[in-house]
C-alpha cells in the first residue's frame, strides 16, 4: 500500500525554523517525483518544492527560494522540507505528494491534480 504521512509542523515564530518530514511507504524513491504543497485558508494549494528522485533534481518556489531545503533519505524512505527564516506568509497546512516520474516534470512539478498520492497534511503556524 502507498503511503504518505506528513509530520514536525507547530506553532513557530517568525524567524524560526523547522523540519517537516515525509515518510512513505510503499515507494521506490527513484521512480517517482515527490513535492510539497501548502494551502492557507482561503488559498488555492501552492507548490512549494520538488524533488525528482531519479535525477536528484529539486525545484522551489519563488517565495519559498534561498529559505527552503528539500532532501531525502532513501534509507528511511523519508522525504525532508527544511525550512529557515520562517515568515507569517508560511503559515498554511503542509502536504507532501507523490507521483510517477515523467519527463515534462521540471515545468509541471507544481500542478497539484497531477498528483495521485497524498499524505494528510501537517499544520505549520508562524507568529509572535
Known amino acids: 500500500q502507498m503511503q504518505l504521512v506528513e509530520s514536525g509542523g507547530g506553532l513557530v515564530q517568525p524567524g524560526d525554523s523547522l523540519r517537516l518530514s515525509c515518510a512513505t511507504s510503499?515507494?521506490?524513491?527513484?521512480?517517482?517525483?515527490i513535492t510539497w504543497f501548502r494551502q492557507a485558508p482561503g488559498k488555492e494549494r501552492e507548490g512549494v518544492s520538488w524533488?525528482?528522485?531519479?535525477?536528484?533534481?529539486?525545484r522551489y518556489a519563488d517565495s519559498v527560494k534561498g529559505r527552503f531545503t528539500i532532501s531525502t533519505d532513501n534509507v528511511k524512505n523519508t522525504v525532508y522540507l527544511i525550512m529557515h527564516s520562517l515568515k507569517p506568509e508560511d503559515t498554511a497546512v503542509y502536504y507532501c505528494?507523490?507521483?510517477?516520474?515523467?519527463?515534462?516534470?521540471?515545468?509541471?512539478?507544481?500542478?497539484?491534480?497531477?498528483?495521485?498520492?497524498w499524505g494528510q497534511g501537517t499544520q505549520v503556524t508562524v507568529s509572535s
Open positions: 524533488f525528482n528522485g531519479g535525477a536528484g533534481s529539486s
Open positions: 510503499g515507494f521506490i524513491l527513484d521512480y517517482y517525483s
Open positions: 505528494a507523490a507521483k510517477r516520474i515523467s519527463p515534462t516534470d521540471g515545468s509541471r512539478w507544481h500542478i497539484a491534480y497531477e498528483y495521485e498520492y
